[in-house]
């Protein structure tokens, strides 16, 4: 059981020339791109956009929908932890992407979010059932995470041309945290906390149970609408790959699906980075998913909580496009920019953990300490996440793209799931999430320090294509 590198054989390209070719005089052209790759991507990211949105709905809010649907803590954790547990026929998943292809995968995907959107949005008065259907909407918009979390890298390598390869795989992959960050900012806008008053007659009221409700309501219903529409255009156009391959690597042969799984799992150095990535990501997507109930003991409020949680998911989804760009223009260099990256994480986790624990370390603990820590947190945490695909596909190539992001996602969503089934038990007293944060990015860094990286997807676009 070892690091199996690809077999020459393994890297011969399936379109190729049929007769010998002076590369002197002109080079066959087995490769093009086309413009409509853009429309497949924004489709794309578009819906991965809104299953962020849907499944960090409840987090930012969590003291709203206390008040207007009676949950309790560990029914705010609860619903966070659906994304989680979509994840677990996650092989079907990825075995319908291996061999249907986008098209199929991408529509399943969207009629999932469309029927938990809308069972989620049923105006019942019991709010015990409403409770039940709330639930079983958020569990089937999870189930449209383990495509639309997993087949960024397969997009960008059936469609993008190898320069802009990683760029694309970033879109593709930071937009879902970019709707996560929107619920952040939409979520408390939208809904008003329950200690919040309204003037009417020159007398202040506080805002009853029922005016909280019906501002969630519409919240519920924006998001079904959303999601209707950009399931009609994935119906309407979304084809699976270009009439040619935009590269070399893109029309090489690939590993059968049987043979990919087991590959994945006898690579020791697969293993290695693959828990690199998918212990800080799986820890900090559950521990965003509650910052709001983190961050109340500090006396932050749900409005400067959901300030904090956005700016830290658009700060990765940004800083993450740029390094994506950067990793395109100099190729070879994936290993240090995670180095960096990872190095900033534990810094700004050991910071924002040492802040919370004002009475023990006598840290200032202000809005501003609490904004850059947090903020920090999700830049190099959240832009680090097409960086460890790229690496992910060249050091197991030629495992199908879908089938590796596959499975480190259902890693990460494994990880995330525990976390939040912990916090069922123990959400009196939340330090210890904030430890876990600060552990998880200490032990990826250490695990991609002696990581040997290799690029074999690179060699063959390289030099196979000269």
Same mark, same amino acid.
């Given at each position: 059981?070892?690091?199996?590198?690809?077999?020459?054989?393994?890297?011969?390209?399936?379109?190729?020339?049929?007769?010998?070719?002076? @590369?002197?005089?002109?080079?066959?052209?087995?490769?093009?791109?086309?413009?409509?790759?853009?429309?497949?991507?924004?489709?794309?990211?578009?819906?991965?956009?809104?299953?962020?949105?849907?499944?960090?709905?409840?987090?930012?809010?969590?003291?709203?929908?206390?008040?207007?649907?009676?949950?309790?803590?560990?029914?705010?954790?609860?619903?966070?932890?659906?994304?989680?547990?979509?994840?677990?026929?996650?092989?079907?998943?990825?075995?319908?992407?291996?061999?249907?292809?986008?098209?199929?995968?991408?529509? #399943?995907?969207?009629?999932?979010?469309?029927?938990?959107?809308?069972?989620?949005?049923?105006?019942?008065?019991?709010?015990?059932?409403?409770?039940?259907?709330? @639930?079983?909407?958020?569990?089937?918009?999870?189930?449209?995470?383990?495509?639309?979390?997993?087949?960024?890298?397969?997009?960008?390598?059936?469609?993008?041309?190898?320069?802009?390869?990683?760029?694309?795989?970033?879109?593709?992959?930071?937009?879902?945290?970019?709707?996560?960050?929107?619920?952040?900012?939409?979520?408390? #806008?939208?809904?008003?906390?329950?200690?919040?008053?309204?003037?009417?007659?020159?007398?202040?009221?506080?805002?009853?149970?029922? @005016?909280?409700?019906?501002?969630?309501?519409?919240?519920?219903?924006? %998001?079904?609408?959303?999601?209707?529409?950009?399931?009609?255009?994935?119906?309407?156009?979304?084809?699976?790959?270009?009439?040619?391959?935009?590269?070399?690597?893109?029309?090489?042969?690939?590993?059968?699906?049987?043979?990919?799984?087991?590959?994945?799992?006898?690579?020791?150095?697969?293993?290695?980075?693959?828990?690199?990535?998918?212990?800080?990501?799986?820890?900090?997507?559950?521990?965003?998913?509650?910052?709001?109930?983190?961050?109340?003991?500090?006396?932050?409020?749900?409005?400067?909580?959901?300030?904090?949680?956005?700016?830290?998911?658009?700060?990765? /989804?940004?800083?993450?496009?740029?390094?994506?760009?950067?990793?395109?223009?100099?190729?070879?260099?994936?290993?240090?920019?995670?180095?960096?990256?990872?190095?900033?994480?534990?810094?700004?986790?050991?910071?924002?953990?040492?802040? /919370?624990?004002?009475?023990?370390? @006598?840290?200032?603990?202000?809005?501003?300490?609490?904004?850059?820590? /947090?903020?920090?947190?999700?830049?190099?945490?959240?832009?680090?996440?097409?960086?460890?695909?790229?690496?992910?596909? %060249?050091?197991?190539?030629?495992?199908?793209?879908?089938?590796?992001?596959?499975?480190?996602?259902?890693?990460?969503?494994?990880?995330?799931?525990?976390?939040?089934?912990?916090?069922?038990?123990?959400?009196?007293?939340?330090?210890?999430?904030?430890?876990?944060?600060?552990?998880? /990015?200490?032990?990826?860094?250490?695990?991609? #320090? &002696?990581?040997? %990286?290799?690029?074999?997807?690179?060699?063959?676009?390289?030099? &196979?294509?000269?």
């Amino acid at each position: 059981m070892g690091a199996a590198e690809s077999t020459e054989g393994e890297r011969e390209p399936l379109l190729a020339p049929s007769q010998p070719q002076d @590369h002197s005089s002109q080079a066959p052209t087995i490769s093009r791109v086309y413009a409509r790759r853009w429309v497949v991507l924004t489709l794309f990211s578009v819906l991965s956009f809104l299953q962020g949105m849907v499944w960090n709905t409840w987090g930012p809010i969590q003291n709203s929908a206390r008040q207007a649907f009676e949950f309790t803590s560990t029914d705010i954790a609860v619903l966070v932890l659906w994304g989680p547990v979509g994840y677990i026929p996650w092989l079907l998943f990825v075995w319908l992407m291996d061999k249907k292809g986008l098209r199929v995968s991408l529509l #399943l995907t969207a009629f999932l979010m469309v029927l938990g959107a809308a069972l989620r949005s049923i105006p019942l008065t019991d709010l015990y059932l409403r409770r039940w259907f709330i @639930h079983g909407g958020q569990l089937l918009n999870g189930l449209a995470g383990p495509t639309l979390m997993s087949a960024g890298p397969l997009l960008s390598t059936t469609w993008f041309a190898t320069d802009q390869r990683a760029t694309a795989t970033a879109v593709a992959s930071l937009v879902g945290y970019l709707g996560a960050a929107c619920s952040f900012l939409i979520g408390p #806008l939208a809904v008003p906390a329950p200690n919040d008053t309204q003037i009417v007659n020159t007398n202040t009221y506080w805002l009853d149970p029922g @005016h909280i409700r019906n501002r969630i309501q519409f919240v519920l219903y924006t %998001e079904l609408g959303m999601i209707a529409v950009l399931f009609l255009a994935v119906l309407l156009y979304f084809p699976s790959r270009p009439p040619m391959p935009p590269s070399v690597a893109a029309a090489s042969q690939r590993l059968s699906y049987r043979s990919s799984i087991c590959r994945l799992l006898s690579n020791m150095r697969f293993l290695m980075i693959a828990l690199a990535y998918s212990v800080p990501t799986g820890v900090v997507a559950g521990w965003s998913g509650v910052l709001d109930m983190i961050l109340t003991p500090v006396r932050v409020s749900q409005v400067d909580a959901g300030w904090i949680g956005f700016w830290s998911i658009v700060g990765g /989804c940004v800083f993450g496009v740029a390094m994506a760009r950067f990793a395109d223009s100099i190729r070879g260099m994936l290993k240090l920019i995670l180095v960096l990256m990872l190095a900033g994480a534990s810094l700004a986790a050991t910071w924002f953990t040492l802040t /919370c624990l004002t009475r023990l370390t @006598h840290l200032p603990s202000t809005k501003a300490t609490l904004y850059a820590s /947090c903020i920090l947190v999700g830049i190099f945490i959240n832009s680090s996440v097409p960086i460890f695909f790229e690496l992910f596909i %060249e050091t197991v190539y030629p495992v199908p793209e879908g089938i590796t992001c596959g499975v480190v996602t259902f890693l990460s969503n494994l990880f995330t799931g525990l976390l939040l089934f912990f916090l069922t038990f123990y959400f009196t007293e939340l330090s210890w999430l904030n430890w876990c944060l600060t552990g998880s /990015c200490l032990f990826s860094l250490a695990l991609i #320090l &002696v990581f040997r %990286e290799s690029y074999d997807r690179l060699y063959l676009d390289v030099f &196979v294509s000269v």
